[in-house]
């Protein structure tokens, strides 16, 4: 399984996004979870990688959380939870991502 994270440093969110996807990881069984960071630097990068904003999360290349209307650019990313919209999605969420289950689009602001 690749999995990637993609951010951009001035979005403090993905610090906790990269902590939860490895909680994740480890529940659904992946022992040592190696995930790939990739910095979004520039506007043209965010174009050129389809990046919705940081955090990002890419589960062999897909992002499991597709944006209702994906715009791309160096912005925050927020994601739909069922305590309401929070910066990185729940372990539960993304361990449901992991094994394959369906997700509720995450919103760009």
Do not use: K
Not at 51 to 77: M, W
């Amino acid at each position: 399984m690749d999995i990637e994270l993609l951010y951009f440093a001035d979005c403090p969110n993905w610090h906790l996004a990269h902590d939860r996807l490895r909680e994740a990881l480890t529940a659904a069984g992946h022992l040592d979870p190696e995930i790939g960071l990739r910095a979004v630097e520039t506007d043209e990068e965010a174009q050129a990688l389809r990046f919705p904003g940081s955090p990002t999360i890419r589960v062999n290349g897909q992002d499991p959380f597709p944006s209702a209307a994906p715009t791309y650019g160096l912005t925050c990313r927020v994601y739909a939870t069922p305590d309401g919209l929070a910066g990185a999605p729940t372990v539960d969420q993304l361990v449901r991502a992991l094994v394959g289950e369906g997700q509720e689009p995450s919103r760009n602001f």
